[in-house]
């Protein structure tokens, strides 16, 4: 029997940016999992999704799909099971060029860090098996730290010009697969082998029907790959606050009733 499961980007869709899942959301994606399967796929990797969303909707069959997709983990029996071995960035790349690339982007945030005066944390750069997350003010960073680099981001488009530049530095890696470089979230570079985007999850979710709703969906954003691939079947949507969210979900609730 055919089924559905909806997919929802994390950070921007359902929660603030590393922020906790709003309680509009919470019921909302409640009620759904009442009529489908449901997923959250993220560039974050699983103790962040964790962190933002509430224990009980993994309780009642919330799905997750970190790293893109690349992984796939249910909550079941108490403990958290991995449905599918991890793939490995390092392996795939190399040890040459993956050493390479973790040289390239930390003389970047020392440029950064010599440049522009803003407050940063720690965990520049965090390796997540399948994808390497490059945050200039560092992964630790709080809502305060959040704001002000997104604000200097906004007027200054530091993150628009650094992505050209790093794009610019993959591409002569002599690597294969080549390397996709993409904004994630608001503060921080989402970086992997190329095609391990967030479609990568569409590998993982057997035959059912999928739908999406993302924040990221268009020019250099996470989401737009996933999001475009779907839009043909009229089950991707795009948002641009988590707090439209809900409305979509009530939405699909009514059309998976009726179907």
């Known amino acids: 029997m055919m089924r559905n499961i909806v997919l929802f980007d994390l950070d921007g869709t359902l929660t603030p940016a590393r922020g906790s899942m709003t309680p509009q959301n919470e019921s909302a994606i409640m009620e759904l ?6 997923g959250i796929v993220t560039g974050s990797n699983l103790d962040y999704v964790k962190q933002q969303v509430p224990h009980h909707l993994f309780v009642d069959g919330l799905e ?3 790293c893109n997709g690349t992984q796939h983990w249910i909550y079941a029996h108490d403990k958290w099971k991995q449905l599918h071995p991890f793939f490995s960035m390092k392996e795939t790349l190399g040890a040459t060029t993956y050493r390479r690339l973790v040289y ?4 970047l945030q020392r440029n950064f860090m010599n440049k522009h ?6 965990t520049f750069i965090s390796y997540r098996e399948s994808l390497l997350n490059w945050c200039p003010i560092g992964r630790d960073a709080g809502p305060t730290e959040r704001a002000t680099f997104e604000e200097f981001d906004s007027k200054s488009g530091w993150r628009n010009q650094t992505l050209k530049e790093v794009r610019s530095l993959v591409e002569g890696y002599a690597c294969k697969p080549k390397i996709e470089v993409k904004l994630g979230g608001v503060t921080s570079f989402d970086i992997f082998p ?5 479609t990568f999850v569409l590998n993982r979710i057997g035959n059912d029907t999928p739908w999406f709703v993302g924040d990221r969906c268009e020019g250099d954003g996470n989401d737009r790959e996933i999001y475009e ?13 988590h707090d439209e969210t809900p409305a ?8 998976l009733k009726k179907a």
């Open 33 to 38: 999992l009442g009529v489908s399967r449901v």
């Open 64 to 66: 997750v799909f970190p």
């Open 104 to 107: 390239d982007l930390l003389s």
């Open 117 to 122: 005066p803003l407050e940063v944390t720690g």
């Open 194 to 198: 190329e095609g391990w985007n967030k």
């Open 229 to 241: 691939k779907l839009l043909p079947t009229g089950k991707a949507f795009s948002v641009n606050h």
């Open 248 to 255: 979509i979900i009530n939405e699909m609730i009514k059309a």
